[in-house]
């Protein structure tokens, strides 16, 4: 059970659920390609060849990075408040409810419109937080201003 999950309030939904985009594994991906070149490059020369496990090594710390970034990142709308979460060493997490939100940003490169991730951001009558590299923006955006007008109706 996530952090989120736990922390409802008696008769809260979750509304909309998402996570980081899988690009974070990009970069990871790129320096294992590149430890498989570089390690080929090793092996022939005899003074890099005890050095070999190196990039390998560096590889592993990208990948379980990305990955422990990824887990740990949650971002929910509820019928009562936008719970975003991220960070398993640095913790960030932020809990606004919908009654004080007055704007959702969305910032996407071409990349990020193309595969759908971007940097959300929210404000809360003066209050600023942005959450880079967030899966499906627009829907999330959505789906926190209508959960905000369905809240000033009531």
Not at 24 to 47: D, K, Q, R, V
Request: aromatic share 16%; no cysteine.
């Amino acid at each position: 059970m996530s952090y989120i999950d736990k922390n409802l309030l008696p008769g809260e939904q979750i509304m909309f659920r998402t996570r980081k985009h899988i690009i974070l594994f990009l970069w990871p991906l790129a320096w294992t390609i590149f430890s498989g070149y570089a390690s080929a490059y090793m092996l022939e020369n005899p003074i890099l060849y005890k050095l070999v496990w190196t990039p390998w090594v560096v590889a592993f710390i990208f990948w379980a990075h990305a990955f422990l970034e990824y887990i740990t990142s949650e971002f929910v709308v509820t019928n009562r408040r936008v719970m975003m979460r991220e960070g398993f060493f640095t913790r960030h997490s932020n809990e606004v409810r919908l009654a004080a939100i007055s704007q959702v940003n969305i910032d996407q490169s071409i990349i990020g419109q193309l595969l759908n991730f971007g940097t959300v951001s929210l404000n809360a009558f003066g209050a600023f937080d942005a959450y880079p590299l967030i899966a499906k923006p627009f829907q999330f955006q959505k789906i926190v201003n209508e959960q905000v007008d369905k809240s000033q109706t009531r």
